[in-house]
């Protein structure tokens, strides 16, 4: 299968632990997205990767959060110090292209729990 | 600025009838429309998508969307219901001027009765 991959899809954790999720995106893609989605809700968007450069974050993200695509490939997204707030699902999407041709096609997810 | 209405939080229909979930949006330029699918406790599946070509799109099992720009309507449609279609469905539009940003509906639940 050559889609978007995430693991783990299940973390249950404790408040104030660190929890770091991974996201391997399309082959190819250059573009990779972090989503928030809590129940009931659609996604949230968090942050947003070119190739190996952040471009851009949104407000959402607060300094408890920090994510890496050190090699424009995988990227990987850290919460410390977790809060019972943060329970959602985490969802990857990449995409390739530009303009309208562009489509983000998104991974399983990762649900977390903070207990 | 841009912004997407879907126009029922929940369907309910029977095995073998139609779905239609209906979706408004709101943009000052040619957006490109998208619906995906989520089924419980899984990721997003791209259904469908429009980005200036045919008005009239085919998506995968079975579902379709016809783009009408006098109407700001974007809505999905299959006809004939499968017990496994039953989801969470969402309408999304781009952002204008940034087609990176997605700019999501609230969702449509459907259920399917046997």
């Known amino acids: 299968d050559t889609g978007v991959s995430q693991d783990p899809r299940h973390k249950i954790t404790k408040r104030g632990q660190n929890v770091t999720f991974r996201c391997d995106p399309i082959?190819?893609?250059?573009?990779l997205y972090w989503y928030r989605q809590t129940l009931g809700q659609g996604p949230e968007f968090l942050t947003y990767?070119?190739?190996?450069?952040?471009?851009?974050k949104s407000r959402l993200l607060s300094d408890r959060f920090s994510a890496e695509r050190p090699k424009g490939s995988f990227s990987t997204l850290e919460i410390q110090r977790t809060e019972q707030g943060d329970s959602a699902m985490y969802l990857c999407a990449s995409s390739l292209g530009q303009g309208t041709q562009e489509t983000q096609y998104f991974g399983p997810g990762t649900r977390l729990l903070v207990l | 600025a841009q912004s997407v209405t879907q126009l029922d939080s929940h369907v309910s229909v029977s095995e073998g009838t139609p779905v239609l979930l209906r979706c408004n949006y709101s943009s000052s330029y040619s957006p490109s429309l998208f619906w995906y699918v989520q089924h419980p406790n899984k990721g997003l599946q791209l259904l469908l998508k429009y980005t200036s070509a045919a008005t009239l799109v085919k998506g995968i099992n079975g579902f379709e969307a016809e783009f009408k720009k006098s109407e700001t309507s974007f809505h999905l449609t299959k006809p004939s219901a499968h017990m496994s279609d039953a989801a969470e469905y969402f309408c999304?539009?781009?952002?204008?001027?940034?087609?990176?940003?997605?700019?999501w509906g609230l969702g449509t639940s459907l259920a399917v009765n046997p």
């Open positions: 082959s190819e893609h250059n573009r």
């Open positions: 990767f070119q190739n190996e450069a952040q471009l851009e």
């Open positions: 999304v539009v781009t952002d204008a001027g940034n087609n990176r940003k997605l700019i």
